[in-house]
């Protein structure tokens, strides 16, 4: 016998589903036979005498059929339309209290507005030299600008700081704190 075929397996499926039918039949047809030993009640019903046992039907039992006795009672009627109740009336709004109108401040004069500083027009390209004196390179306007630190550029910038990867460009005519910074390839 051959274990990793399909047609084995197969029919031991079958023979496992067929014990496993005739148990299953044996076991409501026993349970169904009436004991010798116990008489058969009658069950009455309308005219006929006993009641005959089927095969595969339960035993009906006609008194659950009746209403029970219960003292509750409920006015629902699920079947039926129900208005729901009006909503709860608005509460009427309270008139706000008369406050005397507030003097008349006069406002300040409007601060003139900073001047900005001009765009720099400059990408910045690296530094060269020595630490303790470097010197960054920028292009713009088609030339190579070649500046130290406190130096200016076209007269309106002043290179402020010398970073890793950034410079830092302060503006002539401003304070010394108005500063952009400028990463290396921008």
Do not use: C
Request: charged share 15%; proline share 17%; net charge positive.
């Amino acid at each position: 016998m051959d274990w990793m075929s399909w047609k084995t397996w197969t029919i031991i499926g079958l023979i496992i589903v067929g014990l496993f039918a005739i148990y299953a039949f044996a076991a409501t047809q026993s349970a169904r036979t009436p004991d010798l030993a116990t008489p058969m009640r009658p069950t009455p019903r309308t005219g006929r005498g006993l009641q005959p046992i089927a095969p595969g039907v339960g035993v009906v039992h006609m008194e659950w059929l009746e209403t029970q006795s219960g003292s509750y009672r409920s006015e629902r009627n699920l079947f039926a339309y129900k208005e729901p109740p009006p909503p709860p009336p608005r509460p009427q709004p309270r008139p706000a209290p008369v406050m005397p109108p507030a003097p008349v401040v006069p406002q300040p004069p409007p601060q003139p507005v900073a001047p900005q500083p001009p765009q720099f027009p400059y990408h910045y390209i690296g530094t060269f030299g020595t630490a303790n004196n470097p010197i960054a390179t920028f292009s713009g306007n088609g030339e190579i600008v070649n500046v130290r630190v406190g130096e200016t550029i076209d007269g309106k910038f002043i290179l402020r700081s010398i970073g890793i990867e950034s410079v830092e460009i302060g503006y002539v005519g401003f304070p010394a704190d108005t500063k952009t910074r400028i990463p290396i390839g921008q």
